[in-house]
């Protein structure tokens, strides 16, 4: 079993996994995927590579990084794929050692095939060929909620254990979501993204990425505070998730595809100071 579902599931020592969300380069270049992979050190329990249609694929950026002696956490896509070719994918999976997915329909514009495969399917089939395999699945937490969990439950239920949200900067915002499946699907863990948002022009840029609605606060205190007031934010951030209870782990997403080294290291200042480690 992956060791970062395994500390998911013995939070209660204190520890709070971290897993890593990298782009995988264009071309197979591993000594870029390895840099990348990198960038918390031994901070990060696990490495997502993401699934982008004109990158290296997340199975084969998945594979390298296992070989690399890492977590991966493989993103199965489902968009635009047939049963059959999604089946193949969840074979080579099974046949590398992959043991941790993220079963994902996928932001890439593609037409579904007749017999493209729910979420909840490719779910149940990762289980059934890869039965100890950590299976995470993803919340939209600014989504229309009783969609949203109507969706998340049927998803938990064939057999995920986690679930990643998108980005978020509020408790408030997942409490509802995370108290209603609590009550239905009691076992599963919640992995709430987080990501420093330093500058109002990052601010800017995520928002019209991924439509989201950033609180006011924020970026009034980017506005006014500038680098220095969104470290601070991006900190409160970390420690009102983990003091609400709701956060089992977190999913680190930095917006920069290689961010620079100074970057790197306040990154994984703020990490060390906010949250243990196992042990401590």
């Not at 197979?28 to 990158?55: H, K, T």
Request: a positive charge; proline letters at 7%; aromatic letters at 4%.
């Amino acid at each position: 079993m992956s060791g970062f579902v395994e500390q998911l599931r013995c939070r209660g020592r204190g520890a709070v996994p971290l897993t890593l969300e990298i782009t995988p380069p264009r071309a197979a270049r591993p000594e870029i995927l390895r840099r990348r992979a990198r960038l918390l050190g031994s901070r990060a329990a696990a490495v997502n590579a993401i699934q982008r249609p004109d990158r290296m694929t997340s199975l084969e950026a998945s594979i390298r990084l296992k070989a690399a002696g890492l977590d991966p956490v493989w993103h199965l896509a489902t968009r635009g794929r047939g049963g059959a070719e999604v089946r193949t994918e969840i074979e080579a999976a099974a046949d590398a050692g992959l043991d941790l997915a993220l079963c994902i329909r996928g932001d890439h514009a593609a037409a579904d095939e007749i017999d493209t495969p729910r979420v909840r399917d490719a779910v149940s089939w990762v289980r059934e060929a890869i039965p100890t395999a950590g299976i995470g699945v993803t919340l939209n937490p600014y989504g229309p909620r009783d969609r949203v969990l109507a969706n998340l439950v049927r998803k938990l239920e064939a057999g995920a254990d986690f679930v990643q949200t998108q980005p978020v900067f509020s408790p408030e915002l997942l409490r509802p979501f995370a108290e209603a499946l609590r009550r239905r699907v009691p076992g599963f863990r919640l992995v709430p993204m987080v990501m420093p948002l330093v500058t109002l022009r990052a601010a800017e840029h995520l928002r019209k990425r991924l439509g989201l609605s950033l609180p006011v606060a924020l970026l009034r205190a980017l506005e006014t505070g500038g680098e220095d007031a969104g470290w601070r934010a991006f900190e409160d951030t970390l420690v009102s998730l983990r003091e609400s209870g709701l956060a089992d782990g977190f999913a680190i997403m930095t917006l920069e595809t290689d961010p620079p080294a100074r970057f790197q290291a306040r990154l994984v200042r703020v990490f060390d100071r906010v949250l243990p480690r196992e042990g401590r």
